[in-house]
């Protein structure tokens, strides 16, 4: 089930899902892990080839904490959504011209674009401070599922990508 669902105009859903998994010990421990849910129309606009997961029991879906994001940078709300505006703007223009492309997302990790494919890759460090402990994080990153979704601080968008367009998302 979902813990929180946040919105991003434009880009699609970023989530946090509790599961229960099995820990080293055969334990059993609840775990979140981050999902994304690349917009509909932006892989159907775009052509592109995104493998989503989709997990029962989302209903709700909050938008974007605009208000947070401002108070965290020292910037008007406003100037958080026109930044965000043209930073999605930026990445469809790119999907457009058919360019691969990397967004970071500061503290979270990065979503990939080459060619039509698509994948979101998570950051070990965020999913660490999601969990909380080396146990949990050990059991996150044991998950079929995570197995290719996790990518340590020191990788660049350069290595993930053959693509020289990187692209930060504002946020906190």
């Known amino acids: 089930m979902y813990n929180q669902a946040v919105r991003i105009p434009g880009l699609g859903t970023f989530a946090v899902v509790r599961k229960r998994v099995a820990g080293k010990e055969k334990d059993l421990v609840v775990v979140e ?3 994304f849910h690349l917009a509909k129309s932006t892989a159907r606009d775009h052509d592109l080839r995104y493998a989503c997961t989709d997990v029962p029991g989302h209903q709700h879906c909050e938008q974007l904490p605009y208000a947070q ?15 965000l505006q043209r930073t999605i703007r930026l990445f469809h223009v790119c999907l457009e011209n058919r360019k691969n492309v990397a967004l970071i997302w500061r503290d979270v990790g ?16 965020f999913l660490k401070r999601l969990n909380g402990t080396e146990k949990m994080l050990q059991a996150v990153l044991e998950m079929p599922e995570m197995r290719d979704l996790v990518i340590s601080r020191q990788d660049t968008a350069a290595s993930q990508t053959s693509s020289g367009r990187v692209i930060i998302l504002p946020g906190r």
Do not use: G, H, W
Request: charged letters at 25%; glycine letters at 0%.
């Open 69 to 83: 994001i401002a108070s965290d940078n020292a910037v008007s709300e406003s100037t958080v959504q026109l930044c």
């Open 33 to 35: 892990r981050p999902v």
């Open 110 to 125: 990065m979503l990939i674009v080459q060619r039509k494919d698509v994948k979101m890759t998570f950051y070990v460090d």
